[in-house]
């Protein structure tokens, strides 16, 4: 199903309308949510980017996040004998999976009234423009004082109930892009002020490392996570946005190791560090200032096979946690250093048509935030036609994202125009352009 949007959350006058944000969510997912509607009623109140985009003239794709009044343990007996794929959220609250692979994320509450339990929740939210929840059945409106002058203004905050303390990384990615992705104006409160402050020292600290020092960095943070025994390498965007000299502190780590997926989980117990599943059902741990890292099984290859099934050339290159060194097995360092991309042949072999799709806009994205070259074969990955489906839109949106956090919008724009110049007419980048 082809889908269209802008981004800009339009200042002055702008307004939660009845039901907002409801038509393109019940367009994709009504299946799900109306079976938990059936089940809890008015209980249900959807939140989160579908109602933050519903205050302007764009459509959300991505997560669900709803408020449902009613008890963590019933809500996960309804959605296993609903049929539901049940996981945990990385703070514990249910998660179901959706048929597309996106995920709806559940927060049960409770208070003397369903009003005042979902305010209660959305007051704690970490900004203003967040602070806001629609009835799924009635459309009823709730929101923040806040969340209502922010959105007017075209503006938003820390709100002041939200422990900015926590999980610091998120948190100043989150305030980034809403600056630079969505051109909010922070108001100078002082919680918003303390995270001004920590994305400059973030900023700062970035500038200061080269990559040796970047990479021994995080080879210390993730070290705890991994079991003592097995060998482990960080791969694909640490590495390579670390050799290109742009690692930014809210870069997801991966990491592959030679212990088992037993031997993660089991460890990650023991050590009392939580975890959740990812999309691909492999552990991903959020650390407690916000680092993100996926623990990938190697499953009896060898670091060589492994890297060689990888998409993109520039991630194929890994850095040891243990011995704190490059390993190349594939011979890519020089293409990282002549920032060159290309695509693994044994890649595109054996990759689905969600597979390509997803690798034809990351390859755009990867060349706008590196300023690469490519090859001709990573040029005709690039022209592969797209079916816009809203799990891909929403991860697209996620990559743009993360360009504005790394270049100006200028910049952004002079790059599509050249690679529209290159590529020609291609769904790669007409959706790169709709979305920035």
């Known amino acids: 199903m082809a889908v269209t949007a802008r981004r800009s959350i339009r200042p002055g006058g702008a307004s939660l309308c009845h039901r907002c944000g409801l038509h393109t969510l019940r367009q994709y997912y009504s299946p799900e949510l109306d079976a938990f509607a059936a089940r809890f009623g008015e209980r249900l109140w959807i939140t989160g980017g579908w109602v933050r985009e519903g205050l302007s003239d764009s459509n959300y794709l991505g997560d669900i996040d709803c408020i449902i009044v009613a008890g963590a343990q019933q809500i996960k007996q309804f959605a296993i004998a609903a049929g539901f794929e049940l996981r945990t959220a990385p703070l ?7 048929c597309d692979g996106n995920h709806m994320d559940v927060i049960p509450v409770s208070g003397p009234t369903a009003k005042d339990a979902v ?6 939210y970490n900004f203003s423009i967040n602070s806001a929840a629609v009835n799924y059945l009635t459309g009823t409106v709730l929101r923040t004082p806040y969340n209502a002058e922010d959105v007017a203004a075209g503006a938003f905050r820390v709100n002041d109930g939200f422990d900015h303390h926590c999980s610091d990384r998120v948190l100043a990615r989150d305030f980034e892009i809403f600056e630079k992705y969505y051109g909010l104006r922070p108001v100078p409160t002082p919680p918003t002020l303390r995270v001004q402050k920590l994305v400059r020292a973030y900023g700062a600290r970035e500038a200061g490392d080269d990559a040796t020092q970047s990479l021994c960095a995080r080879s210390n943070e993730v070290a705890p996570c991994l079991p003592t025994a097995a060998e482990a390498w960080i791969v694909r965007g640490t590495v390579r946005c670390a050799l290109l000299g742009q690692i930014k502190y809210w870069d997801d780590i991966d990491v592959i190791t030679t212990a088992s997926d037993d ?7 023991e050590a009392g560090i939580p975890f959740s599943p990812n999309y691909f059902g492999t552990p991903k741990v959020i650390t407690p200032n916000g680092l993100k890292v996926d623990i990938w099984a190697l499953g009896g290859h060898t670091l060589e096979t492994e890297l060689s099934g990888y998409a993109h050339n520039l991630d194929a290159i890994a850095w040891s946690v243990r011995d704190r060194r490059m390993c190349d097995p594939l011979g890519v360092a020089d293409a990282v250093a002549q920032r060159h991309l290309d695509i693994s042949p044994a890649f595109i072999g054996n990759a689905t048509a969600h597979d390509l799709h997803y690798t034809a806009l990351k390859s755009i994205y990867l060349t706008i935030r590196h300023a690469l070259t490519f090859s001709d074969r990573a040029a005709e990955v690039m022209r592969t036609p797209i079916v816009p489906e809203p799990f891909l839109i929403k ?8 360009l504005c956090l790394c270049l100006p919008p200028q910049t952004i724009s002079r790059a599509i125009a050249a690679l529209e110049n290159k590529l020609g007419a291609c769904d790669a980048v007409r959706l790169v352009h709709t979305y920035s």
């Open 263 to 269: 031997d993660i989980v089991g460890h990650l117990a």
């Open 119 to 124: 305010l209660q929740a959305i007051s704690a």
């Open 92 to 98: 514990g609250a249910p998660r179901v999976v959706l």
């Open 395 to 402: 991860h697209l949106i996620r990559l743009l994202r993360e």
